[in-house]
């Protein structure tokens, strides 16, 4: 069903009348930069408990602006058109194509939308900054990114990216306000409210961050989507040894609902450690506690429905998890990359190695293949129920595609 695009022209207006200038203030009072890319991700996805084998492709088109208004106030604009085709049907990744629950507004508008393609704008950054030397203010759709870890980061709470994320350059914005103040060598303290797409989403946090010692500690406390939570976290270097910790406590949402939270209380945290040798090899591991995941594979089900995995709050249904993320540029333009993902409660197994190649100075490119290892499912008793889960990744497909990005 098409969308009405009302909101859209709306929003164009109303920018439009932010940055005019004021009457009699210098033209070149305002200014703009522009900058974006074009995107082509093409992915061919083997058979398995969970798609058909087939062709599935993205093409998407990013462009922003950027610029000041007049001293001390810049705006940030971006939108967004993207076009996604399947060869058999868009079933199967309708859950990769929801609105983010982190938008109050509707600013989007799909122009066609049929069982194996559609296409849709959005806006995805729509916002104004302002404020001074120590104190910075944020209002509209802006990216909001919390925590350090490079891998997978507990105090990344409000729209993180999947553990398996091949683009992690973007990150898609968030209706919210932000007031952040800056104090000493790297020390912030802040505090943001986001709004969801229904007040039941809404969230309201406090972050503050500081070093001492050449130790970075973090903190982030409040409400996210109506569970209470906090969270800390600490990162320093020990002999070219980074070191890092990160963990969240959450006040579990309606446990006892289908569909919402799987336990009254869970926490969700990880350690990490980088290291790069001299012959250009960067090694990262960590492991992870993913507390709001499933004790067994029997409860997978379980976890894929409820709100933490469908909000986004984690991509992983188990509980103990050992990533590794090896990397070695093979050639100034030629860069060897690595991920795997061990399940350690049932032992399955996902791998992805991966080409990037720098073409040129704007053009980038990604060959990969996804593999995953682990018992496949069981075939249920009864004919009209699914069959039941062995291993997290035993029942993901194995795929594999190339990602071209043109920047300019």
């Not at 559609?118 to 910075?136: H, I, N």
């Amino acid at each position: 069903m098409k969308r009405p695009c009302c909101m859209v022209w709306l929003a164009g207006l109303l920018l439009l009348a932010l940055l005019a200038p004021e009457s009699g203030q210098c033209d070149s009072a305002a200014t703009m930069d522009i900058s974006g890319h074009v995107k082509s991700l093409n992915v061919r996805v083997e058979p398995s408990a969970q798609l058909e084998t087939g062709t599935y492709s993205s093409t998407q088109l990013w462009i922003n602006a950027q610029g000041d208004v007049r001293p001390g106030l810049a705006y940030d604009v971006a939108a967004e058109n993207t076009l996604i085709y399947a060869e058999h049907s868009l079933e199967a990744v309708h859950d990769h194509l929801r609105a983010s629950i982190n938008r109050r507004l509707q600013l989007d508008a799909t122009q066609r939308d049929t069982a194996n393609s559609q296409a849709r704008f959005d806006m995805d950054r729509l916002s104004l900054k302002g404020g001074s030397e120590s104190t910075e203010w944020t209002l509209g759709r802006q990216p909001l990114g919390f925590g350090r870890m490079t891998m997978v980061s507990p105090l990344d709470v409000v729209a993180p990216f999947s553990a398996v994320a091949i683009d992690t350059e973007v990150r898609p914005g968030v209706d919210a306000v932000r007031l952040t103040h800056y104090f000493g060598l790297g020390g912030q303290i802040g505090a943001a409210m986001v709004t969801g797409n229904v007040n039941a989403n809404n969230s309201y946090l406090a972050m503050a961050s500081h070093n001492i010692d050449e130790v970075d500690l973090l903190a982030i406390g409040g409400t996210l989507r109506e569970r209470a939570m906090l969270g800390l976290g600490v990162g320093t270097d020990v002999g070219g040894l980074g070191l890092k910790a990160e963990a969240v406590a959450y006040k579990g949402r309606d446990s006892e609902a289908h569909g919402q939270d799987l336990y009254p209380e869970f926490l969700i945290g990880a350690a990490e450690a980088w290291y790069r040798f001299e012959n250009g090899l960067t090694v990262q591991t960590e492991y992870l506690y993913n507390g709001a995941g499933a004790h067994s594979p029997d409860r997978y089900a379980d976890a894929a429905r409820s709100a933490a995995v469908q909000e986004g709050l984690t991509s992983l249904l188990g509980q103990h998890y050992l990533l590794f993320g090896p990397s070695y540029e093979l050639h100034p333009l030629v860069n060897l990359k690595g991920l795997a993902i061990w399940n350690m409660r049932d032992d399955s197994l996902f791998l992805r190695p991966m080409v990037e190649i720098s073409v040129t100075d704007n053009l980038n490119m990604q060959v990969f293949w996804a593999i995953a290892c682990g018992d496949a499912p069981s075939d249920s008793t009864l004919p009209w129920l699914p069959p039941s889960a062995n291993s997290e990744f035993g029942s993901v497909n194995d795929y594999g595609g190339i990602n071209l990005t043109y920047y300019f």
